[in-house]
């Protein structure tokens, strides 16, 4: 009787420890799922941006922002003639980029996702700029958000960047920024 119970215990302890492992692998294909969805996102979402500003397409470039950020910046059409006349005369000659982040959020079973991405961009000048751009993939309770809610350029790259610099705009603010070497947020 002894040997029955132990051996059942030795059973379901290796059946749990299973279980147990099998629940890890699965947490992790998941992240790395999530993870590769936002890193291909970013890119298509990146892809546009760019294109946009290559054709110097105004209005496809404004039709990337959501419907609420188009509401909330104040003169998008002059912040996007900002962007586009801050690469006048230069050319886009590569784009290295940083792992996308994100921000999740599941409220019940309303989702919601956040995904920003960091571009450094070599110019044909012999210079660099960073680009900052975030966006909202989903959002099921405000469907309005989906889209480019918030763009930032600094049109100087990531080793020119001031000490006094403040880092720039908050994460999730809608709205255009451009910072030039003269012009910056200083702490």
Do not use: W
């Not at 994460?171 to 910056?184: C, E, K, S």
Request: some cysteine; overall charge positive; aromatic content about 8%.
């Amino acid at each position: 009787m002894k040997k029955a119970t132990l051996t059942m215990l030795c059973l379901l302890m290796i059946i749990s420890t299973a279980f147990c492992l099998e629940g890890c692998k699965s947490r992790e294909q998941r992240l790395n799922e999530e993870t590769e969805y936002e890193e291909t996102q970013m890119k298509a979402v990146r892809e546009k941006v760019i294109r946009c500003i290559k054709k110097d397409d105004k209005e496809g470039l404004k039709k990337l922002f959501s419907k609420s950020a188009q509401k909330d910046i104040e003169d998008i059409d002059g912040k996007i003639d900002e962007v586009l006349e801050a690469f006048k005369g230069k050319s886009i000659v590569s784009i290295k980029s940083e792992s996308a982040g994100s921000s999740r959020t599941n409220d019940y079973g309303k989702k919601s996702i956040i995904i920003y991405g960091d571009y450094t961009l070599k110019l044909s000048t012999k210079g660099k700029c960073t680009i900052f751009i975030s966006f909202c993939d989903k959002n099921d309770k405000n469907p309005d958000d989906k889209g480019v809610f918030q763009m930032e350029l600094r049109m100087f790259s990531k080793e020119e960047t001031p000490k006094d610099f403040s880092g720039g705009a908050y994460q999730d603010d809608h709205g255009i920024f451009i910072y030039t070497l003269q012009n910056y947020p200083k702490k």
